[in-house]
């Protein structure tokens, strides 16, 4: 059985008065402890996090973090860093990383290779813009996304890592992909790791659907075959909501 996961990316929201609430909030309704739930704070609130559930089922990730070891990188954080406080898992190549930031699945690999260097688990991102699904060319930009940022895995490396399918039109927009369109592509993506590490590899790696994914459509995108779970943005900014969506399963 893959595991069932709901992820909280935060964005860059929330003073730190307010994410103290929300934990907090998130941590007193009691979650389902059979859904992992994962909270992505702004980076400079997780050790505080981390103390905060630390007795609690809840985890806690950071949003990016570097592809370099240590040394003069002005602004970035070590992904040894992020271990030493605690910090469990991280995103990498979310949508806006990827637009705003200019990040490159060459420089994807390496932030996964660091990660899983220092035991964090990577929720490695990917999703076509509109453009190329109207072009039916969203099966091959997923296929590159994932073969150029985790594929140099060996078989071991792959299964400590989680895979979010976010189609970059549904993000923030209040469009979101038909529970058909979510499990064709999450099929897409197991076939894939399939064809690359074979099935018994392929069936235990959890895929998170994200994209306007709320309280009131997470149970039809989550009754499909190949989605395990949501990362949510908007809807993860209320305690309320985001365990309404850990409870749709
Ligand atoms: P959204 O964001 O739920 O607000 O669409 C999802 C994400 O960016 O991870």
């Not at 934990?23 to 994962?38: D, E, F, G, S, Y």
């Not at 905060?52 to 860093?81: F, R, W």
């Not at 927009?173 to 993506?189: C, K, N, P, Y």
Request: hydrophobic letters at 40%; proline letters at 3%; glycine letters at 6%.
């Amino acid at each position: 059985m893959r595991k069932k996961i709901v992820a909280g990316n935060w964005k860059m929201n929330k003073s730190y008065a307010e994410a103290i609430d929300l934990i907090n909030n998130i941590i007193n309704a009691n979650p389902n402890p059979t859904v992992q739930l994962i909270v992505f704070p702004p980076a400079i609130y997780a050790t505080e996090l981390v103390k905060l559930t630390t007795s609690t089922p809840i985890k806690v990730g950071v949003q990016n973090s570097s592809q370099y070891d240590a040394g003069a990188y002005t602004g970035e954080i070590a992904a040894s860093m992020l271990k030493s406080v605690g910090v469990q898992y991280a995103l990498v190549g979310h949508s806006e990383r990827r637009h705003y930031f200019n990040e490159q699945n060459s420089d994807l690999a390496l932030k996964v290779n660091q990660l899983l260097k220092n035991e964090i688990t990577p929720i490695y991102c990917c999703g076509e813009i509109l453009a190329e699904r109207e072009k039916n060319n969203h099966f091959n930009v997923v296929k590159n996304q994932i073969s150029e940022g985790l594929f140099q895995l060996t078989e071991n490396e792959i299964l400590k890592c989680i895979i979010a399918y976010e189609p970059v039109w549904a993000i923030g927009t209040g469009v979101t992909a038909s529970a058909a369109q979510a499990q064709e592509m999450h099929l897409f993506i197991r076939n894939s790791i399939v064809q690359k590490y074979g099935n018994k590899i392929a069936d235990q790696i959890s895929i998170l659907y994200g994209g306007s994914c709320n309280a009131k459509n997470a149970k039809e995108l989550f009754s499909n075959q190949d989605v395990d779970g949501g990362l949510i943005g908007g809807a993860s900014l209320n305690a309320t909501d985001f365990i309404a969506i850990a409870n749709s399963f």
